[in-house]
T-cell receptor
Framework: AQSVSQHNHHVILSEAASLELGCNYS??????LFWYVQYPGQHLQLLLK??????LVKGIKGFEAEFIKSKFSFNLRKPSVQWSDTAEYFC????????????FGTGTRLQVTL | NAGVTQTPKFQVLKTGQSMTLQCAQD?????MSWYRQDPGMGLRLIHY???????DQGEVPNGYNVSRSTTEDFPLRLLSAAPSQTSVYFC????????????FGEGSRLTVL
C-alpha cells in the first residue's frame, strides 16, 4: 500500500514570500500524484496533478509541482504567495488504475500574513 | 451542473443512533468514495465503489456500511454511532480508473455525543 508524508504541518509566510511544501510518497509501482487545497470552510479542490510526461506540472493560481522519481517526491511551489492562499494543502497519491483509492498526507496549514 | 452533492451538511447524533449520509453525483462517474477528515490525520478512505453493485473497504471501514444501487448515489450508513465517529465526511467521485482525479462534495460535519 502507498503512503504519503508531508513534513511541514504549519507554515507561516508573509505576502510575496516564496513557498515550497514538501511531499514524499512510498510505493513501488506507477503512481498518480495530486495536490489538493482546502480553503477555510470549503471542500477540497484540485490544484494540480501528475500522471506522466513532463515532471514539472503547472496548476491553478500560479502553483507548480515537480515530480522527482528518484526521491519519491512531489513538492509544491509558488514564487510569490498571496493572503488568499491561506488554506490547508494536501498531497495525495494513488496507484495507477485505482482512481477511487487516493491516499492523502496529513496536510500542511499555510497561513499568509499581510 | 451540481457535481457531488452531500446531505446533510451538519448532524448531531447521540451514541448508539444510526443515520445515513447521502451522496449523489450527476457527472456519470463510475468511481465513488467516502473519506473522513480528522485534525492532524488528513483524509482517510472509508469505503469505495468502482461501479453500481460493487463496493469495497478502505482504510477505516469499521462501523460504516455502503451500497451502490445506482451510478449516481453512494450513501454511507452509520450503524450505531460512537463518539469516535465525530468527523467531517467527504464524498468524492472520479471519471476514470487509470488517471481519474477525485471531485469532492462540500462535506458533512457529524458530531456524536
Amino acid at each position: 500500500a502507498q503512503s504519503v508524508s508531508q513534513h511541514n504541518h504549519h507554515v507561516i509566510l508573509s505576502e510575496a514570500a516564496s513557498l515550497e511544501l514538501g511531499c514524499n510518497y512510498s510505493y513501488g509501482g506507477t503512481v498518480n500524484l495530486f495536490w489538493y487545497v482546502q480553503y477555510p470552510g470549503q471542500h477540497l479542490q484540485l490544484l494540480l496533478k501528475y500522471f506522466s510526461g513532463d515532471p514539472l506540472v503547472k496548476g491553478i493560481k500560479g502553483f507548480e509541482a515537480e515530480f522527482i522519481k528518484s526521491k519519491f517526491s512531489f513538492n509544491l511551489r509558488k514564487p510569490s504567495v498571496q493572503w488568499s492562499d491561506t488554506a490547508e494543502y494536501f498531497c495525495a497519491v494513488n496507484a495507477a488504475g485505482t482512481a477511487s483509492k487516493l491516499t492523502f498526507g496529513t496536510g500542511t496549514r499555510l497561513q499568509v500574513t499581510l | 451542473n451540481a457535481g457531488v452533492t452531500q446531505t446533510p451538511k451538519f448532524q448531531v447524533l447521540k451514541t448508539g443512533q444510526s443515520m445515513t449520509l447521502q451522496c449523489a453525483q450527476d457527472m456519470n462517474h463510475e468511481y465513488m468514495s467516502w473519506y473522513r477528515q480528522d485534525p492532524g490525520m488528513g483524509l482517510r478512505l472509508i469505503h469505495y465503489s468502482v461501479g453500481a453493485g460493487i463496493t469495497d473497504q478502505g482504510e477505516v471501514p469499521n462501523g460504516y456500511n455502503v451500497s451502490r444501487s445506482t451510478t449516481e448515489d453512494f450513501p454511507l450508513r452509520l450503524l450505531s454511532a460512537a463518539p469516535s465517529q465525530t468527523s467531517v465526511y467527504f464524498c468524492a467521485s472520479s471519471y476514470g480508473s487509470y488517471h481519474g482525479e477525485l471531485f469532492f462534495g462540500e462535506g458533512s460535519r457529524l458530531t456524536v455525543l
